[in-house]
């Protein structure tokens, strides 16, 4: 039997095993449901026993009525029957415990078998690269599909860590400023709130995080074109330039402190609001793709295996 065969076998295996085990996980929660219901019920029957054979009020009641003993069989017939359904059913969800754990074990070695399946579907599939058939050729075309989709991925992934630290920029001066409009009632309008030389650490603090932010932004823009330009994504940065050209112009204007801060917030939560945007659709693109190349990678797999199929697998003295 070749390599292929018994990989393949083992994985159909496992594969049973792992549906097997879904079904008893699902049957082991009513089967602990009845075991808990015939218990309740058990209970309640040995109760019934233990009242007549206490002499409880009911029990005098029959025993004048000379109809204790007749009760009591009843009782203890009753008891019996619950005390067997809840040893029946308490036997059902033992045999399915150890079931459970039978199939666990099957299946403990999935990630081995299933890495070495695809070492060796790999290595088939360098053989059938040097080969000049319809199918090599189909492989090849399937791998580059996936290498392409693979680098629109990384440069995607790119373009969401430049968002996400211009996000954390934005949420950093935001905080800042709500710290500076504390200042409104200093006279610091001669000196320039933001850009000025004012001793005040949360003003110094504000002027730093604005020149990171237009470093985040220009780095945004940069990883954003890369995207743009190899995959279909709608996202505008615009905005995002013309918010680092003017913003520190914007903040100057108005004849106090509380207007400079208003306006620069509002500018801020707009940007805000537009980088949450712009990084849900790169992170919804990244997603169709990774989709789209998990097909592809399907797919390549499936023709392998095809052609595996055809020759009987890899005979083990050629391989």
């Given amino acids: 039997m070749s390599t292929y065969q018994i990989l393949t076998q083992t994985l159909q ?75 029946i059913a308490c036997q059902e969800l033992e045999v399915c415990l150890k079931e459970i754990t039978l199939y666990r074990e099957r299946i403990k070695d999935k990630f081995i078998v299933e890495r070495d399946y695809l070492e060796f579907i790999k290595a088939q599939e360098a053989k059938m690269l040097n080969m000049n058939s319809a199918d090599a050729i189909q492989v090849k075309s399937l791998m580059d599909a996936v290498y392409y989709n693979t680098e629109i991925i990384r440069e995607i992934k790119e373009a969401i860590e430049a968002g996400i630290a211009l996000k954390k920029a934005f949420d950093c001066i935001v905080e800042s400023l709500e710290k500076a409009d504390d200042l409104g009632i200093i006279d610091i309008l001669e000196n320039g709130l933001l850009v000025s030389d004012c001793g005040h650490e949360d003003v110094k603090n504000t002027n730093k995080q604005l020149v990171l932010i237009q470093q ?10 890369d995207v743009l330009g190899i995959c279909d994504v709608s996202i505008d940065n615009s905005r995002l330039l013309m918010f680092s050209d003017c913003f520190i112009e914007r903040v100057m204007t108005g004849e106090k402190v509380s207007e ?55 005979d083990e003295e050629s391989s």
């Fill in 13 to 87: 295996k496992i594969k049973r095993s792992e549906e097997r085990l879904k079904i008893l996980i699902e049957n082991k929660a009513s089967l602990e449901a009845k075991v808990r219901e015939k218990k309740v019920a058990l209970d309640k029957e040995n109760y019934d026993v233990e009242k007549l054979e206490g002499l409880s009020i009911e029990g005098f009641i029959h025993l004048i009525k000379g109809t204790l003993i007749d009760k009591l069989d009843k009782e203890e017939r009753e008891a019996m029957i619950a005390k067997n359904q809840y040893e």
């Fill in 216 to 225: 985040h932004i220009r780095r945004y823009h940069i990883e954003v074109l």
């Fill in 260 to 314: 400079k801060i208003v306006s620069a917030m509002d500018l801020i939560k707009e940007m805000l609001r537009h980088m949450e945007e712009s990084i849900a659709l790169l992170k919804e693109k990244e997603e169709i793709i990774q989709i789209e190349n998990n097909g592809l990678t399907n797919n390549k797999i499936q023709l392998i295996e095809s052609y595996l199929n055809q020759i009987g697998g890899v």
